[in-house]
């Protein structure tokens, strides 16, 4: 059946951008402008150099005395040397030596930027402001891989929205480096904190959502924040999950695998993409050709600017890539890249390359011709200070912010294991014991990528807690460790504490610098010193619930594995302790399930459900040799993807087909009944469907995700839910990178999980 890869790429995740309020693709909206063509015309070679750089903006307050940075990005400067450096940049940005902004720290900054780039330049070009707003700005949302575990892309496209009105009028922002929209299949990468997980399918429609969010349903909005879609392409497949290491997949996979949140990213309407710092099959990402022009822009279509990682271009040269600084501008100038990052290599060196015939004029036109356009329809040429305004600046967040962030928090959180009903908690009657280095933790609760100081402390675990119980007297909190070291007389307070408890809440996991950029891991365990302290408050025999802190999949071990019960509590935020305080209580019941897969040990990543057929396939749990897994365990996860529970009992019906055979044309209904077997607690279930085509011409996913829906049910209550299937979600890439439908049969489950289930089958049919 003929599908085009550009279709594939879309059908392959299904995703529906429309819901979202579609923008002007990044695929459309581009195309030239005169007024843009005149002043291209008119420009110098530096000039135009000159819109290719990018550098943080200083601010004015560094020149005081008591100067009290808040942006990390902001260096240390005495005054005198700050005055200095602050005159610098004016007079590059005087000189049109200058074309974006990054992290500002306050509106002056960025006041004081813009009026002299309009009002004191030659041809009066506005800088566009940029930023890193991931997940919060006055208001810290849970990270993306927590909002991920809500298997609701509106959510996400709501907080992300909050984020754009937040970062346009408190700094007056353009634009933001997110979503991060790499797959992320192995959980050592420190990354994958900032994306949707490990599935392509929900990856894609996270990043259509944030996009959508973002920008807003017109970028006519004065808060319509410009999504910066990153990292192209593949960064989340870093060999053995270190960051920055080269990634080592075929092209088939990459297209496949990779790229479908990009497509669905561009389609929701993101016109600018950043480039990623590893290399693919020996070329680094923003040195390369193949990947920035005949990829993205001839294969996806894309027709927005792209922008290096923090000096990626620079980094040429360490790859062994480029000879020199010169030579790296050239080759990424010439791959498409046309923005660089802090680096200064742009406008050092290009009007140099192109006098010297090295680099052809024309590239650096299109590069700048990409750039003008986006600050087109970022609106900056109609009104450069359409987003700064001083009395903005200062306004409060919306309340409703606060409401949607705990919202957020709780549906994020997934509860893994509930042995004996031990959740959720009275609130009153029970002695709790609260153990552990996050008990009471503030600085480790919006986890990474939140760099701007938050208009309120986020609340801690403990102080959620006390909001919830009725007799505080009952409340005994004991660190037992730090985060990663021993205390003295740390786990002799914290088992006392345990024994005198009717129950321990066991706060674990990891800090926020164990997650994010440059936090790979070897081993993804909660650290010794936690272990020690659950194997400890476990001996007791005092019943656990285990509240684990992380931004990525855990190995988990012994006492924690196998405590009671178990909540992935992630980084959520301003609202962390009053959300889980609310699911431990039973104000709220859990409804998150896992983006990603939890193994049993660290050493089987990369691990994901939907890996590709063994011809000597594992036996269950089963550990018989001459099977595909470890001589020492299983090859099965500890928890699936897609796993979770809630308070109430949800059981699935048979997975039925409306017809036996599906036609090439056609359509197929699959369904199953789903009931909620409590009489007490509703239920919010995130029902999955799943294919295996049982015979291909290349060997395919044991499972593949191609649909979902979350669903309510009332105590008692039963839903038949209905996906229907077409030829579309059924197809794959061949080794020519052709798309194709296969006849044949069929396996498709409806499923709380990627293991669980009983499939049916049906046969595709046709030509």
Known sequence: MPISRRNFLLTSAIVSVAAYGKATSGRLGLEKDPFIEDLIVRMTLEEKAGQLHMENVLTPRMIQPNFQKINPFTPNFT??????????????????????MTSPED????????????????????????????????????????????????????????????????????????????????????????????DVLLGARFAAARVSGFQGESRDDLHSLLACVKHFAAYGAAESGLDYA??????????????????????????????????????????????????????????????????????????????????????ALSAGCDIGMASGIFPRYVPELVRAGQLDESVLDQAVRRILLVKREAGLFDDPFRRISEQRARSPAPSSHRKLAREAATKSVVMLKNDDNLLPLPSSGKRIALIGPFAADQENLDGPWSPFVPERPSVP???????????????????????????AGGIDEA?????????????????????????????????????????????????????????????????????????????????????????????????????????????????????????????????????????????????????????????????????????????????ATITNQSRRWSAEEVVQLYIHDRVASLVQPVRKMVDFKKIKLAPGKSETVTFTLTAANLSFLKRDLQPTVEPGEFDVWIAPSAEKGTPTTFNLIGA
Request: proline share 5%; charged share 20%; hydrophobic share 45%.
């Open 79 to 100: 005054p005198e040397v700050a005055e200095g450096l602050l005159n610098d940049q004016l007079a590059r940005i005087r000189a049109g030596a200058i074309g974006f």
């Open 461 to 487: 675990l403990v102080d959620g807690i006390r909001g919830i119980m009725q007799e505080r007297a009952n409340l005994n909190v004991v660190k037992g460790c730090d985060i990663e070291a021993s205390i």
């Open 107 to 198: 509106i002056d900054s960025t006041i004081l930027a813009q009026k002299t780039a309009v009002e004191e330049t030659r041809l009066k070009i506005p800088l566009l402001f940029g930023a890193d707003i991931i997940h919060g700005h006055q208001t810290v949302f849970p990270v993306p891989i927590a909002e991920a575990a809500s298997f609701e892309p509106e959510l996400a496209r709501q907080t992300a929205r909050a984020c754009a009105l937040e970062a346009t009028s408190n700094l007056g922002l353009d634009m933001t480096y997110a979503p991060m929209v790499d797959i992320a299949r192995d959980q050592r990468w420190g990354r994958v904190v900032e994306g949707a997980g490990e």
């Open 495 to 671: 088992v006392n504490a345990a024994r005198e408890a009717d129950v321990v809440i066991l706060a674990l996991g990891e800090s926020t610098d164990m997650s994010g950029e440059s936090a790979s891991r070897t081993e993804i365990t909660v650290p010794p010193a936690q272990q020690d302290l659950a194997e400890a408050v476990s001996a007791t025999g005092k019943p656990v619930v285990v509240v684990l802190r992380n931004g990525r999949a855990l190995a988990l071990d012994g006492a924690v594995r196998d405590a009671q019960a178990i909540l992935v509590g992630w980084f959520l935020g301003t609202e962390t302790g009053p959300a889980l305080a609310d699911l431990i209580f039973g104000k709220v019941s859990p409804s998150g399930r896992l983006p990603m897969t939890f193994p049993l040990a660290s050493g089987q990543q990369p691990f994901y459900y939907a890996r590709e057929s063994s011809g000597r396939p594992p036996q269950g749990d089963s550990t018989t040799k001459f099977t595909s897994h470890f001589l020492d365990i299983p090859q099965v996860p500890l928890y699936a993807f897609g796993h979770g529970l809630g308070y109430a009992e949800v059981e699935y019906g048979p997975t039925q087909c409306n017809a036996s055979n599906l036609n090439l044309a056609g359509s197929l209904d699959v369904s």
């Open 246 to 331: 080269g990634t080592a997949i075929s092209e088939r996979v990459l297209a496949e695998v990779y790229l479908p949140p990009f497509s669905a990213a561009f389609d929701a309407g993101a016109i600018v993409t950043m480039a990623a710092f590893n290399t693919i099959d020996g070329e680094p990402s923003t040195g390369s050709h193949h990947l920035l022009t005949e990829i993205l822009r001839g294969q996806l279509g894309f027709s927005g600017a792209v922008l290096s990682d923090f000096q990626s271009e620079l980094e040429l040269i360490k790859h062994g890539f480029a000879a020199d600084e010169k030579d790296a501008a050239r080759l």
